[in-house]
């Protein structure tokens, strides 16, 4: 697997509570990306990253925000957590070389009560 | 807008049987399209992308620019191909999915 992980894998929290995911990653790839997976969506891209503070929205990016301060790490924040953003999150990498492939965590499942 | 249309939310085949996955897809330029799955507890991977038009695991996938589909194919389905298939377009940068098709393959 590459090098990427995710935390915490599993979070139980109450409606209007802040949260924060956390991506790590030991490849040094330029891009990094969060989704989220829901059944009959797919995955949707919330936001991505193309360098150290630089990123853009995707499709769901209402409710999140997200920082990269470091190669290493890309975070996304639940400023006020609601019901409808449980869900799993994937993040993924990517380099700029070779076959463009996403490498994807292992998600972390989400759980707003 | 949905870039990606999987139609087909689950697919039961028996193993041995052919199997097709659809995928269209909305994009007035060059696509760059991929397929991921992703098996019982494991991580998304990457099954092919079109524009190695290489074969892996027996899968397929034709590009067909004039029906904007990405088809994944494979004449003999195995039970271990059961697994969630993803549909995706890369454009720019940004990797749009679709909602995916269980396969289901039976003994």
């Known amino acids: 697997d590459a090098g990427i992980t995710q935390s915490p894998r599993h979070k139980v929290t109450e409606t209007g509570t802040p949260v924060t995911l956390r991506c790590h990653q030991t490849?040094?790839?330029?891009?990094m990306y969060w989704y989220r997976q829901d059944p009959g969506h797919g995955l949707r891209l919330i936001h991505y990253?193309?360098?150290?503070?630089?990123?853009d929205k995707g499709e769901v990016s209402d409710g999140y925000s997200v920082s990269r301060s470091k190669t290493e790490d890309f975070l996304l924040t639940l400023e006020s957590a609601t019901s409808s953003q449980t869900s799993v999150y994937f993040c993924?990498?990517?380099?700029?070389?070779?076959?463009?492939?996403?490498?994807f965590g292992e998600g972390s499942r989400l759980t707003v009560l | 807008a949905q870039r990606v249309t999987q139609p087909e939310k689950l697919l039961s085949v028996f193993k041995g049987a052919p199997v097709e996955l659809k995928c269209n897809y909305s994009?007035?330029?060059?696509?760059?399209l991929f397929w991921y799955v992703q098996y019982s507890r494991q991580r998304l991977q990457l099954l092919l992308r079109?524009?190695s038009r290489e074969s892996i695991k027996g899968f397929t996938a034709d590009l067909n620019k004039g029906e904007t589909s990405f088809h994944l194919k494979k004449p003999f389905a195995q039970e271990e191909d059961s697994a969630m298939y993803y549909c995706?377009?890369?454009?720019?940068?940004?990797?749009?999915f679709g909602s995916g098709t269980k396969l289901n393959v039976k003994p």
């Open positions: 990253s193309y360098g150290v503070k630089d990123t």
């Open positions: 079109h524009i």
């Open positions: 994009y007035s330029g060059s696509p760059e």
């Open positions: 995706a377009l890369s454009i720019f940068n940004k990797f749009y």
């Open positions: 993924a990498i990517r380099s700029d070389v070779g076959n463009g492939e996403l490498f």
């Open positions: 490849e040094n790839h330029r891009y």
